[in-house]
């Protein structure tokens, strides 16, 4: 266990310009549930630059090898390293041509290793990541956060997806759920981001990984309903200046 | 040129509790299941307990990334031991381990706050309980976690320790018996649980005695 060190404090003003201070360009949510042949998991195609919507067609989820595949909000730039990282991964293992490939509880584990690892630089991937897949008949979905906290579960959530679509999760998630159902329960903690989270665009894609691989969907949108009596006579009850 | 300031924080407590009680010959050690962050649940069905050795199982709470850089360090100085000794380590060895281990992080400190337990060299139950950064004592059980501070004190009374300042030495072991043990571990873990809102969803028990290691589930309160 090697440590280097300290020549000028950990949070020096000098051009320290290799350590990530804040995000700049954002995606927010992925949410992922296990269903009867696999798992689905659902992103939207928004990448944000602070409060701007700036990027409107940014895929946030990829298949990585065979069996797995990734879901990342946090910077988009540590997730295109991250994916960089996995691609040097997935070559190694494929040059063994050993008719063995990593499964998603190893490229779970490996992300698990690179994000505490830079933590422990203070130097993180600003990313909450989402990893799934199934392995001769075995499904695997687990999640790391950027300072390497990590668990696996049948339904996972990243940032404000953990506060509006965990609950309902909780509450409608069961074993062997369809892929209709699925995608329903997927669509409907979707849409509840969709009119809550300030970030969040109505331009979705929603992947499927089973034994037999990766799919991932065309972009499309969500129906929503703004039609409600009282957005137009909103301060109807209760006037005043806001 | 104004300094930066951090605006992450390198650690994050993710909750929890942990039980251990020695015994004449057995050593039940206990941790609820719930895996937090601030006030979120991430998963209800998170293991906080590890089996070291044959003869010790660690409990831990504290910031689950640390937790689990320690288990897995700890885990390959063990493999390392056997291929050197062609034995398993005993407690009182993993236990002497684990402190070096905790000190050698210092000062970037391993935010994971550890019970240890199992059967030393005689035969009979020992606890271990340290701070983050490698102090350790044994005793005759302990808690550590959200949850210790409701705990410790019921322990305290039902246990009736004594003090480790009497001379001659007394044992701190307890007279209860396994069941017993195990009883007072559940009735602890469902008061914690009314209290404290990192501690709840599961119980897991295990058990270490001469015939080797038991696990047992318990439910308690999710909310």
């Known amino acids: 266990m090697e440590q280097k060190p300290f020549s000028r404090g950990l949070l020096s003003s000098e051009a320290d310009s290799q350590r990530t201070l804040y995000p700049y360009v954002t995606g927010t949510s992925v949410v992922a549930l296990k269903y009867k042949d696999g798992i689905l998991m659902a992103a939207d195609m928004g990448g944000s630059y602070g409060s701007t919507l700036r990027y409107k067609t940014v895929e946030r989820m990829k298949s990585i ?3 797995s595949l990734l879901g990342a909000s ?7 390293e ?3 990282y996995l691609d040097e991964l997935i070559l190694y293992d494929n040059m063994w041509d050993d008719g063995n490939s990593l499964g998603p509880k190893e490229v ?6 690179v994000m505490y690892n830079r933590r422990n630089k203070f130097n993180p991937l600003w990313n909450s990541l989402v990893l799934g897949g199934v392995k001769n008949g075995q499904k695997y979905l687990g999640m790391v956060s950027m300072i390497g906290v990590n668990f696996e579960d049948d339904h996972v959530a990243t940032g404000f997806g953990n506060h509006l679509a965990r609950p309902i999760l909780r509450e409608e998630w069961h074993e062997n759920l369809s892929f209709e159902d699925g995608v329903k329960l997927l669509e409907k903690c979707m849409r509840v981001l969709l009119y809550r989270d300030r970030s969040a665009v109505n331009k979705l894609q929603i992947a499927k990984i089973t034994d037999e691989g990766v799919t991932v969907s065309q972009p499309y949108s969500l129906k929503t309903f ?3 009596s009282a957005f137009s006579n909103p301060t109807a009850g209760a006037e005043g200046s806001w | 040129m104004t300094k930066h300031q951090a605006n992450w924080s390198p650690y994050d407590n993710n909750g929890g509790s942990c039980v251990a009680i020695a015994g004449a010959d057995y050593c039940v050690i206990a941790a609820d299941t719930r895996m937090s962050t601030g006030y979120n649940i991430l998963t209800r069905d998170y293991s906080k307990i590890t089996k070291l050795a044959d003869k010790c199982v660690m409990a831990s709470s504290g910031f689950q990334a640390d937790v689990k850089a320690l288990q897995k360090l700890l885990a390959a100085r063990h493999l390392i031991y056997q291929h050197q000794h062609n ?9 002497q381990l684990l402190s070096n281990t905790l000190y050698y992080k210092r000062f970037f400190p391993y935010y994971s706050f550890n019970v240890l337990g199992g059967l030393d060299n005689e035969g009979k139950g020992c ?3 340290y701070d983050a950064v490698g102090s350790y004592e044994r005793v005759g059980y302990s808690s550590q976690g959200s949850g210790s501070t409701l705990i410790i004190p019921f322990l305290d009374n039902q246990l ?11 044992d701190a072991i307890t007279p209860l018996s396994e069941s017993e043990a195990v009883d007072l571990v559940k009735t602890v873990f469902a008061s914690a649980t009314e209290r404290d809102i990192y501690t709840g969803d599961k119980l897991e028990i295990v058990v270490l005695n001469a015939e080797g290691i038991q696990r047992e589930f318990m439910d308690l309160r999710k909310d």
């Open chain 2, 87 to 95: 034995k398993q380590m005993g407690c009182p060895a993993m236990a």
């Open chain 1, 65 to 67: 090898g065979k069996h």
């Open chain 1, 108 to 113: 779970h584990s490996y992300l698990t290793r």
């Open chain 1, 226 to 228: 703004w039609g409600f």
């Open chain 1, 74 to 80: 946090g910077e988009l730039s540590d997730f295109q």
């Open chain 2, 160 to 170: 009736k320790s004594p003090s480790p300042l009497l001379l001659p030495v007394q």
């Open chain 2, 127 to 129: 606890v271990y309980t």
């Open chain 1, 82 to 84: 991250i994916l960089r």
